[in-house]
């Protein structure tokens, strides 16, 4: 990373700093709050509803501030960073627009249960429902979206309302909390005492599990002949990593990672069968069809992994476990439901289980099928295919880089081609789908681990929605690797275009793009660009040579798609498996 940004100090040498009591701003007092936190980066763009925030700011370096470029890249920045740290992500916008701006993200971050603290000025106090200049209602527009909001009407609140939101953010089924300041409360001054205790009535997420259910669960499994474990991004979420696979281990159950789960499972373990559901294996599919018992671990039964629900898992006895009572039951009957952080469940259940002795059968049968069933394409020597760059991306980095993407074909294919052997190594919007997400977050990711090799790859849709965040890069040396696979369509689009809709290519053709690499050097960033596979090993290389950030277009074929594929509304296990089978 850059000399221009600036080392953090711990937040054990800042307490002694902080903590006195003293009569200070609100912009002071939420300045020394984040500090006591234990933030260390924050993401934002100022505004006049938050300019006494940032005059505090000015000058100010015990956390980086990071100026993006748009709001939205400062809050999926935010939470980027979020995803690659296990911290709570941070960003600042301004009343009215700047607000507005950060909702998309909000709802990304509340469908992927990411922990965001998003701090919102707001017009004065008496001022508030006039419909005044910036004025909007951010509290209620984004209530379906946060875990929790405030509206701050007096400052003396301020040290409790910001380490309540930290807490709520960062337990239970973790998400974003938002923090609406008024111009005046941010002005106005009062004592400030560190609040280090929390209360919070009717606020008890479940920790520790039910014994008699986990019991229930590993009889299961010593009953069970055809087990499969279903894991997702709550493995990931709450450091569950290495008791699963313990529990694997132990019982020796084949076991399918869904999208947000991937790096949650080494994926070169014998045992994994890859991702289920619309793009996920022929042999992860096959197995929930025919299990006995499919053990939902931190996974919320999403449609795209569950496809048709009637059909869904029909011979299955159904475990869940899952930080959120919610979700259980939610989608799929239960017969056992387990209520519990992951990580907790799990140590506490891998003392009880044993192999699954009955499952020898089914174990073969599974690695028959990945065998006989891996993911394929057509390879080409004269265009370039979007899965052989994936493909050679992972290669050359031996999968230990965290790798951000954009939503579309190439999100789908790196889900499949790149092999994930680390916790927080990936990180894609998952529940919301978000355009624009794949760059800024690479962003974030970049500042949580500015040691690690950080790639960020695109479609060439995604990537004009928060372009303008080249300039951070190179401003700040910020070395992410920048990946645009550019098939000049929206690809999945167009994929679903061919195949449901009778090639009726509707308003897709983004041949109008403009040229990426000229783009990148327009903002002072190297870019480069590959039509065929010399060109691309040779592009790569270069750009992993090269210190600070880099954008690399290849220019792939057009008509690709994402095989397997089940077509929306059938079984997991009706899929299509590519242009050239059945």
């Not at 387990?338 to 009880?352: A, R, S």
Request: glycine letters at 10%; a negative charge; hydrophobic letters at 40%.
């Amino acid at each position: 990373m850059s000399a221009q940004i600036p080392a953090v100090r711990s937040t054990e040498q800042l307490r002694e700093k902080w903590m006195k009591p003293e009569v200070i701003s609100g912009s002071e007092i939420l300045l020394r709050s984040l500090l006591l936190e234990g933030v260390e980066c924050v993401f934002g763009y100022p505004g006049g509803a938050v300019l006494y925030i940032y005059d505090a700011l000015y000058g100010f370096t015990d956390f980086h501030h990071l100026l993006t470029r748009h709001e939205q890249g400062a809050i999926h920045a935010a939470d980027g960073y979020a995803r690659a740290s296990g911290k709570v992500g941070v960003c600042i916008a301004t009343s009215g627009p700047g607000a507005t701006n950060t909702v998309t993200g909000i709802a990304t971050a509340y469908m992927d249960s990411v922990p965001l603290v998003v701090i919102t000025g707001n017009v004065v106090s008496n001022l508030i429902g006039t419909d005044a200049f910036q004025e909007a209602d951010i509290t209620g527009i984004t209530m379906p979206i946060t875990k929790h909001s405030y509206l701050v009407r007096n400052v003396e609140d301020l040290p409790r309302v910001i380490h309540e939101a930290f807490h709520i953010a960062n337990t239970g089924r973790k998400g974003p909390v938002l923090i609406d300041i008024p111009k005046d409360v941010s002005a106005n001054k009062a004592l400030f005492e560190p609040v280090q205790s929390i209360d919070l009535r009717g606020y008890h997420p479940t920790v520790v599990p039910n014994r008699l259910q986990l019991d229930k669960l590993a009889t299961a499994i010593q009953e069970a002949e055809r087990p499969v474990i279903l894991a997702g991004g709550g493995v990931v979420y709450s450091g569950g990593h290495e008791a699963l696979l313990e529990l694997v281990n132990k019982t020796e159950i084949p076991i399918t990672t869904t999208l947000l789960g991937l790096g949650g499972f080494p994926s070169g373990h014998e045992l994994w069968m890859g991702m289920p559901g619309m793009h996920g294996t022929y042999t992860a599919n096959q197995s929930i069809q025919q299990a006995d018992l499919l053990i939902n671990i931190g996974a919320r039964f999403d449609d795209r992994v569950t496809g048709r629900l009637d059909g869904f898992a029909p011979q299955a006895k159904i475990a869940h476990i899952d930080i959120d009572p919610a979700e259980i039951g939610k989608n799929v009957k239960t017969e056992i439901p387990i209520v519990g952080d992951v990580k907790t469940v799990l140590e506490m259940l891998n003392p009880l289980v044993e192999r699954a002795a009955k499952a020898d059968d089914w174990r073969t049968k599974i690695r028959d099928s990945k065998e006989k069933y891996p993911f394929r394409y057509k390879d080409s020597d004269t265009v370039l295919k979007p899965q052989w760059v994936i493909e050679h991306l992972n290669e050359t980095t031996r999968g230990e880089a965290i790798v951000t993407t954009d939503v579309g074909q190439h999100q789908m294919w790196t889900a499949q081609y790149y092999k994930f052997n680390q916790p927080r190594s990936w990180i894609t919007s998952g529940g919301l789908g978000t355009m624009g997400f794949g760059f800024p977050s690479a962003i974030g990711a970049q500042m949580a681990h500015p040691d690690r090799l950080v790639i960020s790859i695109n479609g060439d849709g995604g990537m004009q929605m928060c372009a303008q965040e080249l300039a951070i890069c190179a401003i700040n040396n910020i070395p992410v690797k920048i990946v645009v696979i550019n098939n000049q369509v929206l690809g999945m689009v167009r994929q679903w275009q061919e195949l449901i809709y009778d090639n009726r290519y509707s308003h897709i053709d983004l041949a109008g793009s403009p040229d990426f690499v000229k783009l990148a050097d327009a903002y002072g960033v190297k870019g480069l660009r590959a039509t065929n596979k010399e060109e691309a090993k040779q592009a790569w290389k270069e750009a992993m040579e090269t210190p600070g950030p880099v954008l690399v277009e290849f220019v792939v074929e057009k008509g690709e798609n994402v095989y397997p594929m089940v077509p929306q509304g059938s079984t997991i296990d009706q899929m299509l498996m590519g242009d050239d089978e059945s």
